[in-house]
């Protein structure tokens, strides 16, 4: 089983900064691990992943403001957010794939004031 366990949301003005981290609470070892958000009345959407392999995607919409990386010998993967602005307020939820399964954190909130 894998519990991810999320910290680092909170409440920020347009244009700070934010990092967001999950460590994944396991004996085994993630494979692609990732953010995502879910603002009200919206869908779930994607923002970053990174294989084992420290390969990474993002959303367009936060490229050159968000940088994703993990930390594999401790099983946690971090977000940095720069530069934020009041349409990144969301929960973000931290997304872990092991054995074919998708795991997820309890959410974190996000918000910022313009």
């Known amino acids: 089983q894998v519990h991810l366990v999320e910290s680092g949301g909170g409440l920020v003005q347009a244009g700070g900064s934010l990092r967001l981290s999950c460590a994944a609470k396991s004996l085994f070892s993630m494979n692609a691990m990732g953010w995502y958000r879910q603002a009200p009345g919206k869908q779930r959407e994607l923002v970053a992943t990174?294989?084992?392999?420290?390969?990474?995607n993002y959303a367009d919409s936060v490229k050159g403001r968000f940088t994703i990386s993990r930390d594999s010998a401790k099983n946690t993967v971090y977000l940095q957010m720069n530069s934020l602005q009041p349409e990144d307020t969301s929960v973000y939820y931290c997304n872990a794939n092991w054995a074919a399964n998708d795991y997820w954190g309890q959410g974190t909130q996000v918000t910022v004031s313009s």
């Open positions: 990174i294989t084992s392999s420290g390969s990474t």
